[in-house]
C-alpha cells in the first residue's frame, strides 16, 4: 500500500496526520496510540480500495469507507464487508448478498453461509 512517498509492507497500516503533514507506516495495533487519522474514502466494492484495504461498512455510523483489512473484521457486529462477488468475502463470512441501492446499482456485503 502507498503511503507518503513509501511503500507499506504486508501487516503495516499507513498513518497519516494533517498536522504536521506526516504518512509512515505503522503495525495496526499502534494506529490508535499514535493518533493516525482515519480517511475517508467512500467505495462501492473493494476494488475501489487502495491495495491493504477493504470497502468496509460501519456498523455503528453507516459509513461505507476504505479501511484497513485489520480495522474491518467483517464480523456482522461491527461491520461487513462490501463485496462485488465471493472472491471478495472471507472464509467465515462466503456470500456475497444484496442488501440495498445506491446509484442505481445493487450494494452486496459478505454474509454467512445459507442454510442448507
Known amino acids: 500500500m502507498l503511503c507518503g512517498t513509501a511503500v507499506c509492507d504486508m501487516g503495516q497500516?499507513?498513518?497519516y496526520k494533517k498536522a504536521p503533514p506526516l504518512a509512515l507506516c505503522i503495525p495496526p495495533q499502534d494506529f490508535v496510540m499514535d493518533g493516525c487519522e482515519k480517511l475517508a474514502l467512500p467505495?462501492?466494492?473493494p476494488a475501489d480500495c487502495p491495495a491493504g484495504t477493504t470497502c468496509c461498512l460501519g456498523l455503528m455510523d453507516l459509513t461505507v469507507t476504505c479501511r484497513a483489512k485489520i480495522m474491518?473484521?467483517?464480523d456482522g457486529v461491527n461491520t461487513l464487508i462490501?463485496?462485488?462477488d465471493e472472491t471478495d468475502c472471507t472464509f467465515a463470512s462466503?456470500?456475497?448478498s444484496v442488501?440495498?441501492?445506491a446509484?442505481?446499482?445493487d450494494f452486496k456485503v459478505c454474509g454467512?453461509?445459507?442454510?442448507?
Open 103 to 105: 446509484n442505481g446499482m
Open 82 to 84: 462490501a463485496c462485488k
Open 72 to 74: 474491518c473484521p467483517g
Open 13 to 15: 497500516v499507513c498513518c
Open 43 to 45: 467505495c462501492f466494492t
Open 112 to 116: 454467512p453461509a445459507p442454510s442448507p
Open 94 to 96: 462466503p456470500t456475497c
Open 99 to 101: 442488501i440495498g441501492q
